[in-house]
């Protein structure tokens, strides 16, 4: 009678723990499914409402001739502002380049982790849920954005103290009185955003600067530079003067400066007529 009780125990013990099992079971499933299922079903809308901007594709075409401008190449560290779907990250990984796509909508990331990985380029290309005003993206040497223009406005201060020469490639939107240093339109196979504009972050160069010849006075506007240069008390206006990156080139009188900007020094070329001789500048101001 006892062995018989203690069986029957042992049988209801064990029902009882299947049960549980199949219950937990059944749960897991039904959380995964419905995972699964929240994933297939999210599919973006043009238009769609954002934080900051609604959410419209760059054309794939646009996409490659934006990173086609900024020359970019697998040293680089390309960070996309407002990634979307992934696509630009995608594709600037495609070409060997690390990538980050800063988006503030988290079934975005998630999408566009699951297209990456499709992709095969998941090694590269890496996304985070972020705002993009408080992220820090001063490690990128290209950022790519499709932002309106007072958003693009909001963040030039951050993109003109990065490291000069960062390139900036924007979809159709300006910055504002910040003129672009190359603008292209593609018109096969683009209906419409299809313009791209490229921004070279420029040294910061205004003030005094010493030369063994005399002075070199600097005015900037972005990249665009005024000034005068005094070469024994004498000054003239220079002109056709511009900052690429870290690169300065101007003219005065009839010489031609070009040479690179290195933090307080510069150093580089002057060439009248058919005679070139190197020349230097310290700053003088600071």
């Known amino acids: 009678m006892r062995a018989s009780r203690t069986l029957s125990r042992l049988l209801i013990a064990f029902c009882v723990s299947m049960i549980a099992a199949g219950i937990y ?12 299922q929240q994933t297939k079903q999210f599919q973006p809308e043009v238009g769609q409402e954002g ?65 990456a990985d499709k992709a095969g380029v998941s090694d590269k290309a890496k996304f985070v849920k972020a705002d993009l005003f408080e992220t820090d993206f001063s ?60 921004w070279i972050v420029p040294a910061k160069v205004a003030g005094k600067w010493r030369l063994d010849s005399g002075v070199l006075t600097l005015t900037q506007e972005f990249q665009m530079l005024s000034g005068t240069l005094t070469v024994n008390g004498k000054s003239m206006p220079i002109s056709e003067a511009k900052m690429h990156g870290d690169q300065i080139a101007f003219s005065a009188g009839n010489t031609l400066y070009s040479g690179r900007v290195k933090g307080t020094a510069m150093e580089g070329t002057a060439k009248t ?14």
Do not use: H
């Open 25 to 36: 079971a059944q749960a897991q499933q039904a959380q995964q499914t419905k995972q699964a």
């Open 51 to 115: 934080k900051d901007v609604v959410w419209v594709p760059t054309p794939q075409v646009l996409v490659d001739k934006m990173l086609d401008m900024a020359k970019l190449t697998a040293q680089d560290y390309l960070i996309d502002l407002g990634s979307g779907d992934g696509r630009t990250v995608i594709t600037g990984a495609k070409r060997g380049a690390r990538a980050l796509g800063i988006e503030y909508n988290p079934d975005m990331v998630e999408l566009s982790k699951a297209n």
């Open 139 to 198: 490690q990128a040497t290209v950022i790519t954005m499709f932002l309106l223009p007072e958003i693009n406005l909001k963040l030039r201060p951050k993109i003109l103290d990065m490291k000069p020469g960062t390139r900036v490639v924007s979809n159709s939107f300006t910055m504002e009185d910040w003129a672009a240093d190359e603008t292209a339109t593609v018109e096969e196979g683009c209906i419409s955003w299809c313009t791209a504009l490229l």
């Open 273 to 286: 007529g058919t005679n070139t001789l190197p020349w230097t500048a310290t700053r003088a101001d600071k």
